[in-house]
């Protein structure tokens, strides 16, 4: 794969992502670019996305393949991945102006869901679930990306060790439990009440800091806020992510776990057409 090297379009704690313009046709894509010495998650990623290239699904963002480069006396890990000319689904509620219409709360919201239904079937669990790491196409498809974080189910983390982002993080990871797929339903769910809002799930002040927000989650007894202006059948939906706005318990709940039954079996909610479903006008 010939390719020069573009501009920057985003970094991460592995290094930067450029656009990469291939030397044989048009079309664009993207590389992650890490030095070796610190390229385990970008290997990681590859590693679970070839894995899941087996079926190549809608809503999962596809692989191109890796390289090695030497730039500036430096060897470098490349990954290649289709290119969202869109952004992430967070640069859209920028540009919406800071919520979404229902119409494409409800669009968004069963693309991840089948996404993580292929995930999960896999023995997978993304473990970071947010609106940064969900690409939006030209022709508006949602695809989940950004696998570093990922773990195949079988791999067991035990102890403390934290996966993912603090806002987005359920009671049991917070608290040390075993990473499975609910993690990610949980995250799901903090996701659509931002889709929503606008504003995170969590309410947070500029003075707190991250330790405060996880001792809220795993053992303050609050719950994600859960929109004021939302009909019964929205709250309804929003509680089967594992939260509600009356009570919270360490475990999840029946009716999260029948939500996590549709999940895996790819059987999405029918919302129907009407807007009213979620906003009370």
């Not at 659509?192 to 504003?199: A, I, N």
Request: hydrophobic share 35%; net charge negative.
């Amino acid at each position: 794969m010939e390719w020069v090297r573009g501009e920057i379009i985003g970094r991460g704690s592995f290094g930067t992502v450029n656009l990469a313009i291939p030397k044989s046709n048009s079309t664009q894509y993207v590389v992650k670019s890490a030095q070796v010495s610190n390229s385990f998650s970008l290997k990681s990623e590859k590693e679970i996305l070839s894995e899941l290239s087996i079926i190549n699904h809608p809503n999962i963002v596809r692989c191109l393949g890796d390289s090695l480069s030497l730039e500036s006396g430096t060897q470098h890990y490349n990954l290649f991945l289709e290119y969202a000319s869109k952004g992430s689904l967070a640069d859209q509620l920028k540009l919406s102006g800071g919520k979404f219409e229902f119409s494409e709360v409800k669009n968004y919201t069963k693309s991840i869901l089948k996404g993580l239904s292929h995930l999960h079937e896999s023995g997978i669990v993304h473990c970071d679930i947010k609106l940064q790491n969900i690409l939006v196409f030209e022709d508006g498809t949602a695809k989940i990306a950004d696998f570093g974080l990922a773990k195949k189910v079988s791999n067991e983390v035990g102890g403390n060790q934290l996966r993912g982002t603090p806002l987005y993080m359920s009671p049991e990871i917070v608290a040390g439990g075993k990473v499975e797929s609910p993690a990610d339903v949980w995250a799901l769910g903090c996701a659509v009440v931002e889709m929503v809002t606008g504003k995170p799930a969590w309410e947070i002040s500029p003075e707190s800091d991250v330790s405060s927000l996880l001792y809220r989650i795993a053992i303050g007894g609050e719950s994600p806020k859960i929109p004021g202006n939302l009909c019964s059948e929205g709250r309804d939906f929003i509680e089967k992510f594992g939260f509600s706005e009356e009570s919270w318990c360490p475990t999840w709940s029946p009716v999260s776990r029948q939500l996590e039954e549709q999940l895996v079996s790819d059987r999405v909610p029918n919302w129907g057409d009407s807007n009213d479903w979620i906003i009370v006008r």
